[in-house]
């Protein structure tokens, strides 16, 4: 029998892959993983085989490693970020467990809160939530309830997904459900395309994120009651004496 | 001037670096850090300046990284997991800022709530908060306030610190008022020393969690309402139809 190894590459360029990752992708006789991912690290692995697939084919790009595995060949199903955060390692441990095989081995990555944050200073620095604005697989009601939750228990805040084709105005929804609970000069930012060539970074404040247009590679920060911007940087305190 | 980089070595382990975490250390003149991390890379930077301290002296730690920068020196500051989560990025911008210094940037790295979630299967699959149980620089009520806030979110959970020697029975505490909220058999687990020789982890119930004995260095997970066991891992679907 093979094994299964559900790899996090982090944000997309080779470097912010761990060791880890990169060799365990190397060790591995296939590459499974959504059409973009592959696209990122092919030319890191010249002559492999990669199977790659589109969207909302999740559960078949699961079936296809769990029949390469018992065939006795080593996978590596990538995932970009974290193998874990909205990612394959949950539904490919479901899948093969459901089929008696438990050889699956889940490698983390990077993923977008942390690099994101880090590329607008120190936004996640303190207790964080993380909300995808999806929901294709969780209903909205819950959604709007997390938010909520999140508001109240001033966290700072990483929104994942928070827009796409299909569901423009979405970021705009949940930035009206926060403004019931936090003020509108509440400092915000997001990051677009992380780690890739044309990264773009954005500080604003809550009522400003409303009017913004993002897309799914777009990941969107809220500050908490702490958070304040300072030479363009978004930066929440632990709650040090720097003085 | 020099400049400040602030790197997230991930765990512990050199494999769980990330190649840019790796690559910037090594190009940086001088290493600081918490003693405990610098032992964990010490051997990797063979003839590196070290400088080492101990705890409770971050905001010394981050003074005489800037010291170093405005001499001119190129400065490694790491922090075990991310360079963000309860790290030292934001102490160090807020002191760097505070001199008009602002040469500071930040490389992520893999933090506790991923690397946990691995060795358990996979739990922070979905929406999730991490919370940390210290109470030096977060007052304990806005804690209890941000644990109920997260069970009342139907969040998948990650408590960082969740006891000291100063602080048994926080665990405990935390539990109990989880418990207000969530059943006592909501699947939880922990992990202990992710990424060194001594990993454990373990994978039980919210009530046997109450009674358990950890430490600074285990990373504690609570499930959502999603979340099962099977096969020993702990799995919060994502939501997909997997037969």
Chains 1, 2 share one sequence.
Not at 14 to 41: F, P, Q, S, W
Not at 107 to 131: E, H, K, R
Not at 176 to 197: F, T
Request: proline share 4%; net charge negative; with cysteine.
């Amino acid at each position: 029998m093979g094994k299964i190894y559900v790899v996090g590459i982090g944000p997309g360029c080779e470097e912010m892959m761990t060791l880890h990752a990169k060799n365990t992708i190397e060790a591995c006789d296939v590459i499974v993983g959504y059409r973009t991912y592959i696209e990122l690290i092919r030319k890191l692995y010249p002559g492999k085989e990669f199977i790659e697939s589109g969207m909302r084919s999740e559960i078949d790009r699961c079936r296809t490693c769990l029949e390469l595995a018992k065939e006795g060949r080593t996978v590596a199903l990538i995932c970009s970020g974290d193998a874990g955060v909205y990612a394959m390692a949950s539904p490919m441990m479901e899948t093969a467990l459901d089929d008696g095989f438990s050889d699956v081995e889940t490698v983390p990555g990077v993923t977008a809160a942390q690099s994101g944050s880090a590329l607008l200073g120190a936004v996640i620095a303190n207790d964080y939530c993380t909300i995808s604005l999806s929901d294709l697989l969780t209903p909205w009601d819950v959604i709007e309830k997390r938010l909520r939750c999140a508001a109240e228990g001033d966290y700072c805040i990483a929104i994942y997904n928070p827009s796409s084709h299909n569901r423009a105005g979405y970021l705009k929804r949940a930035c009206s459900i926060l403004l019931e609970i936090l003020p509108g000069d509440r400092p915000c930012g997001y990051v677009r395309n992380i780690g890739r060539d044309d990264t773009s970074v954005k500080v604003c404040t809550l009522s400003e994120l409303c009017e913004e247009q993002t897309d799914m590679f777009t990941t969107v920060f809220v500050g908490n009651s702490a958070t304040y911007i300072k030479c363009g940087r978004l930066i929440t305190p632990r709650g040090y004496d720097i003085k």
